[in-house]
């Protein structure tokens, strides 16, 4: 605001308009930025860039598992393989992709802020996030780490000869940038609203990242203190989990798991939020049953943090607490299936428009049912004392991971491109992708059930002959799912200089986000904006020609 | 700022200061992105409020995992516990409890503008917290006398309570209370000499007339954080201190 204009009116038409993108130029420029939308796209730099190490790792897996032999990697190298790829994955893809970059660039906007409440803090956060990552890349090319990502006690402080220590750090470092990461949002949301954005009137978007920080500062610090913890213990030889020493190693799983298990929320919270905007854009309806959707996000980031020993049903916990945290877990059932509920009860009779990012919450919507479904069974102390360590887990846990978050990022991304960039993205190339993922996601994971109902152990690097065929079926769909995952990068970077230019709201979508320039000026709004309807107001927004901004 | 907001409202006592359509007046505190001096300092109230949730929720791991370590291996921990000097213990516990009485005063000197009573407070502060810190080194330093720190030279053998009776102690288990001692004092120590860099800062821009009753939010929220500090320590000290004198 550094403008002199005397009048709150500034010129519209002035070509091109300055924008938070053309807003100052050259490498200093972004590494010092306090902008949130700068911000934001540094962060989607970097998950990208790690999604494409994590990637890397998985197709090893992959590609080892094609034959019952282990052939590709050695047992140790496999060891290595599959901790690396989840250590990536959780802590610099999943854990930060939705809140740090979607979160970073629309929290703000979506409020009417001009900034989020500490934007210092905020780019401190993205260096400690960079920090974490360089720590952890320089322990991965020095041999890397093979406990897997849990890194279990005594394990990890005793035997493996890996280093633990700098792994460990580089996860206490990035947990402090999310913990920052969510101490921004939840004062943000609490001070920086717009005059007349109250909390009925906030996108679900916001309620599910509001959750989200809840978790993040309330669980990421146990983390913290865990991975400090067996770092003395490793380097001192302090006794804390040690059982000859007096210690106890269910204690560090549960310190872990309270973290981690909150943690798979953080992951898939944000995604909730972006499916929930994405439904009502497209179906061109108010969300059904709004303040169920915001209170459920709520009542996730509780009770996830309620059912953490389920991890734990094999590991020697007491039979009643073993049933009291699988009834627990049960419980977080309810405010997740509220949100399915919802969602499906708003397409009912709704005119819903099949672009690409309806397209992934469409998959969303289906791949969360699943691995949802399956998150239940586990949750049944019987069967997950049969399915305990098989490829039954990996198949649940990745199709909420993978099919629940990553498909909420991409139809997110693809959602807002044109607001972040200025620029729509090629629409024909987008479906394509999208099927593919949907495909190759499904091919990838189904099989992985199977295997581990018939009783494929996780974590092997060789199996016997018979679970061949569906392990190259796995493998198969892998390699499609990469093709789906390397699309996006191609055509997205295409369209920065090729896309349609689009208009300030080209989806004709309600949220305030979608009221100022495309992409927003570095203050997001010429002018405070002054909300006075309800969120997701379609029944108000006139109909537009919505194939429009699509044209190529 | 073009927000109605603006208007000064009961809060803004500072009428010259709160922001007006051309920034003629601009308080040099404000940062671009809030509307008024208010909504600031709201914001970093908050923003500390939440940063110390994190804090007890990163020692609460340890005063977790003493709690358990305590029911299951009692007799090492009450053993280990009436090694520590409970002197020292209890001089570092008022020194803290000063520092937050001179915590308070320093807060109400930035609110009312004395410059000079509120860096002097600030450096006393930083004084007493620097004395802990000392007092906490002598500690540490008879700790490596007696071989109670844990790693291979720990030597913990049977010890008499004040009866004469002999309280038969595994030397492990009392190795863990030793550990858990030395991680719990020692993240609350580290915390100690953040709080001491702080201060110190603090001191330094305060005497440079960096606070006035307009603005006064970092010394309120450094505040925040030495209380907090202070209250950890409060619940260390009984619970490695005091609780198993008597068994």
């Known amino acids: 605001m550094a403008t002199k204009a005397a009048s709150p009116v500034i010129p519209v038409n002035q070509t091109p308009k300055l924008n938070y993108l053309n807003n100052g130029h050259g490498l200093k420029s972004w590494l010092l930025t306090t902008d ?10 970097s998950v990208s860039i790690f999604f494409f190490i994590g990637g890397i790792f998985a197709m090893l897996i992959r590609l080892e598992l094609l034959t019952p032999e282990g052939d590709l990697l050695s047992a140790d190298n496999y060891n290595k393989a599959f901790t690396q790829h989840g250590m990536i994955m959780v802590f610099f893809f999943l854990i930060p992709v939705v809140p740090a970059v979607l979160g970073n660039f629309l929290v703000p906007l979506m409020i009417g802020a001009k900034d989020l409440a500490f934007p210092r803090i905020n780019l401190l956060s993205w260096y400690l996030y960079i920090t974490a990552g360089i720590l952890f890349l320089h322990c991965m090319l020095n041999g890397g780490v093979d406990t897997g990502w849990t890194f279990y006690s005594p394990f990890s402080t005793e035997y493996t000869n890996t280093n633990i220590v700098e792994a460990g750090i580089a ?61 003395v213990e490793r380097l001192f030889h302090l006794g804390i989990f040690d059982p000859r020493l007096g210690g106890d190693p269910l204690l560090f799983q549960h310190l872990f798991w309270f973290y981690s298990h909150p943690a798979v929320y953080i992951m898939i919270l944000p995604s909730m939020g972006v499916i929930s905007e994405l439904i009502a854009c497209f179906a061109r309806k108010r969300i059904f049953g709004y303040k169920f959707v915001a209170i459920s996000s709520m009542a996730i980031a ?41 969602w499906t009860a708003t397409l009912y009779k709704a005119s819903i428009t099949y672009a690409t990012p309806m397209l992934y ?21 019987g069967i997950d004392v049969h399915v305990t360590d098989t490829y039954f887990v990996v198949a649940h846990f990745h199709y909420v991971m993978v099919g629940g978050v990553l498909m909420g990022y991409l139809g997110g991304l693809h959602f807002w491109w044109p607001k972040i960039t200025g620029r729509m993205y090629p629409e024909g190339w987008a479906k394509l992708s999208a099927l593919f993922v949907f495909v190759g996601f499904n091919l990838t994971f189904f099989p992985q059930f199977i295997l581990g109902y018939l009783g494929m152990p996780r974590r092997y690097w060789q199996y016997p002959p018979e679970f061949q065929v569906l392990n190259v079926l796995s493998t198969a769909g892998a390699s499609i799912l990469a093709v789906g995952y390397l699309l996006p990068m191609i055509y997205l970077l295409w369209s920065l200089r090729y896309g349609p230019i689009a208009d300030a709201n080209p989806w004709n979508a309600a949220g305030l986000e979608w009221k100022t320039s495309s992409p927003p000026p570095t203050f997001n709004f010429d002018e405070t904006p002054v909300v006075t309807w309800e969120a997701y107001n379609y029944d108000e927004i006139p109909e537009k020609e919505l194939e429009a901004p699509v044209a190529r | ?112 503008g004395k410059r000079k009573l509120l860096t002097g407070y600030l450096v006393v502060t930083v004084l007493l917290g620097m004395t802990f810190l000392v007092v906490k080194g002598f500690e540490y330093k008879e700790k490596f006398e007696k071989h109670h720190v844990p790693g291979p030279s720990f ?10 009776k002999q309280i038969p102690v595994n030397s492990k288990e009392a190795e863990l209370f030793f550990s858990l001692y030395f991680a719990m004092t020692g993240m609350h120590a580290l915390h100690m000499i953040i709080g001491c860099g702080l201060f110190g800062t603090l001191a330094v821009l305060a005497w440079k007339g960096h606070y006035a009753p307009s603005y006064f939010t970092p010394i ?14 409060i619940y260390l000290f009984p619970l490695l201190y005091l609780i198993s004198r008597h068994s």
């Open chain 2, 1 to 112: 700022m073009h927000d109605s907001r603006a208007i000064p409202g009961p809060a803004s006592t500072t009428t010259t200061q709160v922001a007006t359509a051309d920034h003629e007046v601009h308080n040099p505190a404000l940062l671009h992105h809030f509307a008024d001096a208010q909504q600031q300092k709201n914001a970093a109230s908050l923003g500390m409020w939440l940063f110390l949730v994190t804090e007890i929720m990163f020692f609460g791991g340890m005063f977790c995992a003493y709690l358990i370590y305590r029911l299951a291996h009692f007799n090492a921990f009450a053993a280990g516990s009436q090694q520590l000097d409970i002197k020292m213990g209890a001089i570092n516990t008022a020194v803290l409890i000063v520092s937050s009485v001179t915590v308070v005063l320093a807060v109400k000197a930035a609110e009312v």
């Open chain 1, 36 to 45: 949130h939308k700068r911000i934001a796209l540094l962060y989607l730099v």
């Open chain 2, 220 to 233: 309120e929220n450094a505040g925040l954080y030495w209380h907090l500090v202070d209250i950890i320590w």
């Open chain 2, 155 to 164: 030597n913990f053998t049977d010890k008499f309570d004040d009866n004469g």
């Open chain 1, 361 to 381: 919450a469409f998959g969303f919507i289906g791949l969360f049912t699943i691995g949802g479904l399956t998150g239940l069974m586990l949750a049944t102390i």
């Open chain 1, 171 to 231: 996860v206490f470092i990035a947990g402090f940038s999310s913990i920052f990461t969510g101490l921004n949002f939840i004062v943000t949301v609490h001070r920086m609203r717009a005059p007349g954005m109250t909390w009925d009137r906030l996108p679900l978007f916001i309620w599910a990242n509001y959750a989200t920080s809840l978790i993040m500062i309330l669980g990421t610090p146990v983390i913290a203190i865990t991975i400090v913890l067996v770092a």
């Open chain 1, 302 to 342: 509780v009770f996830g943090f309620l059912v953490w020993a389920h991890h734990m049903f094999v590991a020697g916990i007491s039979l009643y607490a073993a049933m009291i945290f699988s009834f627990l877990s049960f419980s977080v059932g309810v405010p997740s299936a509220v949100k399915v509920f919802n």
